[in-house]
C-alpha cells in the first residue's frame, strides 16, 4: 500500500485533485463482468480468454485499477467513457495502474478492461478500482444479446495492428478488440466470449490442442477445469475454424499431423464428419441458440479451395434449420488480416446476421 499512497499524492500534486479515496472491491454488485472468468475466489475473479472484461460506471477525478498478472505479458484495453481506448501492458505480479485522471469529477464515467490477447500468455487476476473523489454509480443494464464465438488467430486478432510488414506473433500487436467478432458485437451492443486460441483447428492445430478439446473449459490450460455452460446462454454462436486444417493436412511431416494422423490425411468425409461433430457438441449444450459456422477470410476460401464445400456439407448433414453458413470473401494478402479488413469481415457478418436470424 505504501506505493500506492505515493502513487495518489503524487496525481494530486500534478492534477490538483485532492483524494479521498473509495477502494471497490471485485465483489462489488456495481461491477459487470463479461467472459468466461473464474470466481473461485470472489475478491480476485480470474481472467484468461480474449475479450473477457471487467466495467464500472463511477464519478470521480481519477480511476486506477489493482491487477495481478502471472507472467507480466499480458495486455488490456482501458475504455472511458465508451470512446477513449488505449492499451496497458501488465507487469509481473501485483500492481495498481492508473487508468485515467484529470476527469471531471461532476460527471459520471464508465471505465471497462477488456484483454487484448491470448491466455498462453497467463491470466490476470483482478483485485479492485481505486476512485479519487467519487463513488460508484449503479451498473448499466444488462445487454439484452449475447455472441459466443469460437475461432482461431483471426477471431483472436493475431497481428491485427502490426503494420511494420511483417506477421507478428507479439502480443503487442494482437488486439481482439478490433476483430470483427468484436465489431459485430459492439453493432448489436450485444455482450461477447471469444473462446479463441491461434493456430487452433477442429482435427489438427499447430499446437497440440485441438477446439473439440477446449471448447468446454473455463481456464484453456487445465483439462479438469469446465465451463458451465448454462450460466449464460448466447442469442448467437459464430463458429469460425478450420483455416489450419485447411493447411496442417497438407504438411505430412509436421509433428501435429504425425500425432492426429500418423501417416494418411484425413479424408474430405473425415474432414466433414469432424467438423460436423463439434458444430453438435454446441448444439448440445446450446439447444436453441441460432449456429453460423463461417469460413475465412484467409486462403481457406480463397477460389477453388474445397474447404467452403466442406462447411456447408456439414451443417448439411446436422439437419438443423437453425445452424447457417457464412464464407466471408477472400482477402488476398500475406499475413492476417488487419483492422480495415476485419471491419469489411464485420461489414459482412452483419448483414448476414440482418438477413438470416430472428433473434
Same mark, same amino acid.
Given at each position: ?139 448499466? &443494464?444488462?445487454?439484452? /444479446?449475447? #455472441?459466443?464465438? @469460437? ?11 502490426? =503494420? *511494420? ?100 490425411? &484425413?479424408?474430405?468425409? /473425415?474432414? #466433414?464428419?469432424? @467438423? ?11 439447444? =436453441? *441458440? ?70
Amino acid at each position: 500500500m505504501k506505493n500506492i499512497s505515493i502513487l495518489l499524492l503524487l496525481i494530486a500534486l500534478i492534477t490538483g485533485c485532492q483524494p479521498s479515496i473509495v477502494k471497490v472491491e471485485p465483489s462489488n454488485s456495481e461491477l459487470s463482468y463479461v467472459g468466461r472468468i473464474n470466481f473461485e475466489n470472489p475478491n480476485s475473479p480470474e481472467l484468461y480468454w480474449s475479450a473477457s472484461s471487467v466495467s464500472m460506471n463511477f464519478k470521480g477525478c481519477c480511476i486506477s485499477a489493482t491487477l495481478t498478472d502471472q507472467n507480466g505479458e499480458n495486455y488490456y484495453n482501458v475504455v472511458i467513457d465508451g470512446q477513449a481506448e488505449y492499451p496497458i501492458k501488465l507487469d509481473k505480479g501485483a500492481k495498481t495502474y492508473v487508468l485515467a485522471d484529470s476527469l471531471d469529477s461532476s460527471k459520471a464515467h464508465s471505465i471497462t478492461l477488456v484483454k487484448r490477447n491470448e491466455w498462453p500468455t497467463g491470466s490476470t487476476q483482478f483485485n479492485g478500482f481505486i476512485i479519487e473523489n467519487g463513488k460508484v454509480l449503479k451498473a448499466s &443494464p444488462k445487454k439484452e /444479446k449475447f #455472441i459466443e464465438f @469460437y475461432g482461431n488467430s483471426i477471431t483472436a486478432g493475431y497481428a491485427i495492428e502490426d =503494420n *511494420t510488414g511483417g506477421d507478428s506473433p507479439d502480443s503487442t500487436f494482437t488486439n481482439n478488440y478490433k476483430t470483427y467478432a468484436a465489431l459485430t458485437a459492439r453493432h448489436f451492443n450485444a455482450d461477447i466470449h471469444c473462446t479463441v486460441r491461434s493456430g487452433i483447428g477442429i482435427q489438427v492445430s499447430w499446437d497440440r490442442p485441438i477446439m473439440p478439446e477446449i471448447y468446454n473449459r473455463l481456464n484453456p490450460l487445465d483439462s479438469l477445469s469446465i465451463w458451465d455452460f448454462s450460466q449464460k446462454i448466447p442469442n448467437l454462436v459464430v463458429i469460425n475454424l478450420m483455416q489450419n486444417d485447411s493447411w496442417l493436412v497438407k504438411l505430412p511431416n509436421n509433428d501435429q499431423f504425425k500425432y492426429r494422423f500418423g501417416n494418411e490425411a &484425413p479424408s474430405p468425409v /473425415k474432414i #466433414i464428419d469432424a @467438423y460436423a461433430k463439434f458444430v453438435s457438441s454446441i448444439r448440445e449444450v446450446y439447444p =436453441n *441458440t441460432p449456429i453460423v459456422c463461417a469460413l475465412g477470410s484467409m486462403s481457406a476460401t480463397e477460389e477453388g479451395s474445397p474447404w467452403p464445400g466442406y462447411v456447408q456439407q456439414a451443417v448439411d448433414s446436422l439437419d438443423d434449420s437453425n445452424i447457417y453458413t457464412h464464407v466471408f470473401p477472400y482477402i488476398n494478402k500475406s499475413g492476417h488480416p488487419r483492422v480495415d479488413d476485419n471491419k469489411k469481415m464485420a461489414a459482412s457478418l452483419i448483414s448476414f446476421i440482418d438477413e438470416n436470424i430472428k433473434w
